[in-house]
């Protein structure tokens, strides 16, 4: 257990329906991110969050859309999604952001499958 | 851009042997970090080494070792006395040193699934 908790573990939705992400940490860290990682590719990173602030979107669709409320929670909210987005998502936080060998926590990552 | 490659899909080591997993990387930085993750069924990414390429010297963390060849840009991983414990993926991450990229901000390769036999 690393401190970053993702929920739900599994999700299953329909290209039609709206649902979201959760990924809380306790750690103190200030820097929070969501990755996707697709069978057969390398993991990609999506969005980061720095201090609450967003300070990175890596060419994501419209259809993700991320919240940070707090320095401690993300949330991925998913709408019209196509069949490609099935994939597992994992949240990771840090200390900080700056590019360091700062060690990353991830989560479990939730299993989505778009039907 | 940079990009990293890891050539075995999977390997396989008998319990107790020692196996070494590749990773190769292309960049044009002369500073920058190299890490190994583990992803076990759990599916959570944990990180097994890391590597400045300032550091001549190859990191090592208690049975995990890397063979750093930074001229030849290659980074493997070499586990000793393999566990069944140490059945998982193996990724093989890069990032910059450069402070305006983000911690996060990794170039994962592929993987290589390292299976274990008793």
């Known amino acids: 257990e690393t401190g970053v908790t993702q929920t739900p573990r599994h999700l299953v939705m329909g290209m039609t329906n709206k649902k979201s992400l959760k990924c809380e940490q306790h750690?103190?860290?200030?820097?929070m991110y969501w990755y996707k990682q697709s069978a057969k590719k390398p993991l990609e990173l999506m969005f980061v969050?720095?201090?609450?602030?967003?300070?990175e979107n890596n060419s994501v669709p419209s259809r993700f859309s991320p919240e940070c409320p707090n320095s401690s929670h993300l949330f991925l909210h998913l709408h019209t999604l196509q069949p490609e987005d099935s994939a597992l998502y994992l949240c990771?936080?840090?200390?900080?952001?700056?590019?360091?060998?700062?060690?990353?926590?991830f989560g479990s990552g939730t299993q989505l499958s778009v039907l | 851009a940079q990009t990293v490659t890891q050539s075995q899909p999977e390997m396989s080591v008998q319990e107790a042997e020692t196996v070494t997993l590749s990773c190769t990387y292309d960049?044009?930085?002369?500073?920058?970090?190299l890490f190994w993750y583990k992803q076990p069924p759990s599916r959570q990414m944990i990180l097994v080494i890391r590597q400045e390429a300032y550091k001549q010297q190859n990191a090592t963390e208690n049975r995990f070792s890397v063979n750093f060849q930074k001229a030849a840009k290659s980074f493997s991983l070499k586990i000793s006395d393999s566990q069944l414990g140490d059945a998982a993926m193996y990724f093989c991450?890069?990032?910059?040193?450069?402070?305006?990229?983000?911690?996060?901000?990794?170039?994962f390769g592929k993987g290589t699934k390292l299976s274990v036999k008793p």
């Open positions: 960049t044009s930085e002369s500073d920058y970090y």
């Open positions: 991450a890069y990032r910059t040193s450069n402070y305006g990229g983000s911690q996060g901000n990794l170039i």
């Open positions: 750690l103190g860290h200030n820097a």
């Open positions: 990771a936080s840090s200390l900080g952001t700056v590019a360091t060998n700062e060690k990353l926590f």
């Open positions: 969050y720095n201090f609450k602030e967003q300070t």
